[in-house]
């Protein structure tokens, strides 16, 4: 990994702003920022009942969907982190960029990103959720790319 690479690490609620010091051959990831939201169970969010729709034909209702908050903000805090990178890129504080995030939050901030960015900027992704790891142990796996 270059030196000057960023290294973002992101989950649902959490993220890692890192930069490599190092070079191809000793990675050296420093803290730039951090960030967590708290993001309680969608039990704990809201406890309304679904909402109701009539059919238009016929007396009869039928339930809506109830709402996901926990869900909506995880992405929520994807589109920010996507939003963070796209400030950073254009501020030039970046070159290269490689992201780390679960499956389904590394999809939420993609789709939030420009295709320049991902074209031009992004070298690796990696689909694993590793916001809870140390900096040495991000060290030794981003090694092997």
């Known amino acids: 990994m270059k030196n000057g690479t960023w290294v973002v690490v992101a989950d649902g609620r959490k993220v890692l702003y890192l930069h490599n010091h190092g070079d ?10 951090h960030r967590e939201q708290v993001n309680p169970p969608t039990r704990d969010q809201g ?9 238009g034909t016929g007396p009869g209702r039928s339930a809506m969907e109830a709402a996901d908050w926990h869900q909506i903000a995880e992405d929520r805090f994807a589109r920010q982190v996507a939003a963070d990178i796209e400030a950073a890129r254009a501020a030039g504080r970046f070159r ?9 939050a590394l ?39």
Request: charged share 35%; net charge negative; aromatic share 2%.
């Open 24 to 33: 191809n051959d000793f990675i050296d990831l420093r803290v730039l920022d």
């Open 47 to 55: 406890t309304d009942q679904p909402g109701r729709a009539y059919d």
């Open 96 to 104: 290269h960029l490689v992201l780390v995030a679960p499956p389904k």
């Open 107 to 145: 999809a939420e901030i993609r789709a939030h990103l420009r295709k320049e960015t991902i074209r031009d900027h992004v070298v690796a992704e990696i689909n694993k959720d590793l916001t809870n790891h140390p900096l040495d142990k991000l060290e030794k796996l981003l090694a092997r790319l």
